[in-house]
């Protein structure tokens, strides 16, 4: 009768396809070998994502596409770095309610779970960085499973509520976790009814509803996505190493230009605890210039400086 006498259910096809509507569907038991398998049934709309960018031989491109892809790359960017990965994971400065919870809306539009989904595995990645226990580390499990492998596992797919019940205690952030495609679609069907505003509005820019979807919707969020994960991959890999951590963090300029300054890892992974990536004044960090304007319009507050005793620890 115990609960581990039939654990097959959790692994069905039916309660793994719930899993793409409903991210409070039970996981499967973490004992079991299949835990740690790519479930390639979860990972076909990971797929479709990137097959849907071909979609761009059809409906072709117009300037107007290219702004919004380009645009919607650059808000969800900011998004991610500064409220899923500064504000959620890490508390590195304070933000009303309302606040926390509309950069958790737009963070949810990046198509990468939800926000408690994000910060519970960032902490852990923190917590166990480059050992076995790290899902995404390149020295044990190689670049490609660290780069888009493991959160394809029946073990990544939980999110592990003990870890960030400092989040955990605002339902409307449960929410988003629990329904995480709900965003996403919602900006996918935005953007197709933009593109046929735009047809009948604007026919001279010569866009439509496929070709604002794909655009927007499939290019943008794909290259974010590759984008994003550089920094579980490349950024343990590529770049100098300014603090003598215990993980293998990297600081690299392009990786922090692609990525709005979370390119400047082994700084980060140095010290976690402040709201600025780019420790000197040369190391462009656009999150944190963008935080401190949204402190000077009072959206944020108490942004975490660099400690004196962090430079002070620098190699150069
Ligand atoms: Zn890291
Ligand atoms: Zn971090």
């Not at 794909?222 to 993980?247: E, K, P």
């Amino acid at each position: 009768m115990g609960i581990s006498a039939n654990p097959v259910p959790t692994f069905s096809a039916r309660s793994r396809l719930r899993q793409w509507f409903d991210a409070g569907t039970a996981a499967p038991p973490d004992d079991d070998p299949r835990s740690d398998r790519i479930d390639w049934l979860r990972a076909l709309p990971f797929a479709a994502l990137h097959v849907a960018c071909l979609g761009i031989l059809w409906v072709g491109v117009s300037p107007v596409a290219v702004i919004v892809a380009a645009g919607l790359y650059a808000i969800r960017m900011f998004a991610l770095t500064g409220f899923y990965h500064r504000y959620f994971a890490h508390r590195t400065f304070r933000a009303s309610r309302r606040v926390q919870f509309v950069f958790a809306l737009i963070g949810a539009a990046c198509v990468q779970r939800g926000p408690l989904w994000w910060a519970a595995h960032h902490r852990h990645h923190h917590r166990h960085a480059d050992t076995e226990l790290d899902p995404h580390a390149p020295g044990v499990h190689g670049f490609l499973w660290s780069h888009m492998g493991w959160f394809l596992t029946p073990r990544a797919f939980r999110t592990d509520l003990e870890r960030v019940p400092d989040l955990a205690k605002y339902p409307e952030l449960r929410w988003l976790d629990r329904y995480d495609v709900a965003v996403p679609v919602a900006l996918a069907i935005a953007l197709y009814a933009l593109g046929v505003l735009l047809r009948h509005l604007a026919p001279q820019w010569h866009t439509d509803g496929a070709q604002m979807l794909v655009w927007g919707f499939f290019v943008s969020t794909a290259v974010l996505f590759h984008a994003t994960v550089t920094i579980n991959s490349l950024a343990h890999r590529w770049g100098a190493r300014r603090f003598d951590t215990r993980d293998d963090s990297r600081n690299n300029v392009w990786l922090a230009l692609l990525t709005f300054g979370e390119g400047w890892h082994n700084n980060h992974h140095f010290f976690p605890g402040s709201a600025r990536q780019g420790f000197r004044w040369w190391e462009i960090d656009l999150t944190w210039y963008g935080l401190k304007l949204m402190a000077l319009l009072g959206l944020v507050h108490d942004l975490k400086p660099v400690p004196a005793w962090v430079h002070a620890r620098a190699r150069r």
